[in-house]
């Protein structure tokens, strides 16, 4: 099958300019992570939720009676009230929800990766707290895409700020200790946490390439069953 959280993915980057510091990156990748748990179709209960309206993508940027900010991508029960927003394409309809069945967060490490880490680690641990506000029993998830490329560009309005590997480094350089350091520090603490390898150089033609495709694929496919069958546990009757 196709999955559209890779395809979204890709479509940040492939033949056009990424803009780092656009806010709506993350979403647009993240609800596709719900569309993908429908395809897959591991979990009864996630499944016969969505068909019935009664589990939603959240459109607000809070749960209701909870202060916590919604994340990319988060998922849980409708309140009832408004109907439910169907948008065509999708089969997870969206609106506002009472808690977090699953919670998702993405972050996007192009270049200058060494000096962003720490502060990507920050954002997802404080994520990971809003989403646990309220009586909720979370899978967290995050998805990090890391530049493997051997240069690229970044932008600040008109002005091109390519990498040099002296005194901005390659994206190659930074990228297997940027992964380390996400693996070993903030990984553990998610249910799920899924690193997509990439190569972007940030200049036209704007080329996008996966590291390995193929272990990417089997990766995230593997993370899907895993956190369907684990919404089944928590969320199932």
Do not use: C
Not at 71 to 77: A, R
Not at 131 to 148: D, E, L
Request: hydrophobic residues 35%.
């Amino acid at each position: 099958m196709d999955y559209r959280l890779l395809a979204a993915f890709k479509d940040t980057f492939d033949g056009k300019i990424y803009r780092h510091r656009s806010s709506t990156h993350g979403d647009r990748v993240s609800r596709e992570l719900y569309e993908d748990l429908y395809a897959v179709g591991k979990s009864k209960a996630f499944s016969e939720g969505v068909k019935n309206q009664e589990k939603l993508l959240n459109v607000s940027n809070r749960r209701r009676g909870v202060k916590a900010r919604r994340g990319d991508g988060t998922f849980g029960e409708h309140v009832p009230g408004k109907n439910p927003i169907v948008v065509p394409g999708f089969s997870v309809a969206r609106g506002t929800i009472a808690n977090v069945e699953i919670g998702m967060e993405a972050k996007f490490l192009s270049k200058a990766m060494i000096k962003q880490v720490d502060r990507v680690m920050s954002d997802l641990e404080k994520q990971l707290k809003h989403f646990h506000r309220g009586a909720a029993n979370p899978i967290t998830v995050a998805v990090v895409g890391i530049n493997f490329a051997d240069h690229t560009v970044s932008y600040e309005g008109k002005k091109a700020w390519p990498t040099d590997g002296k005194d901005y480094k390659h994206p190659i350089q930074e990228a297997a200790e940027a992964e380390r350091r996400l693996r070993e520090e903030i990984a553990p603490k998610f249910y799920e946490f899924i690193i997509l390898k990439y190569k972007a150089t940030n200049e036209e033609p704007f080329p996008f390439e996966w590291l390995n495709f193929a272990d990417t694929y089997e990766d995230y496919g593997a993370a899907l069953i895993r956190i369907a069958r684990e919404y089944e546990v928590r969320f199932g009757e």
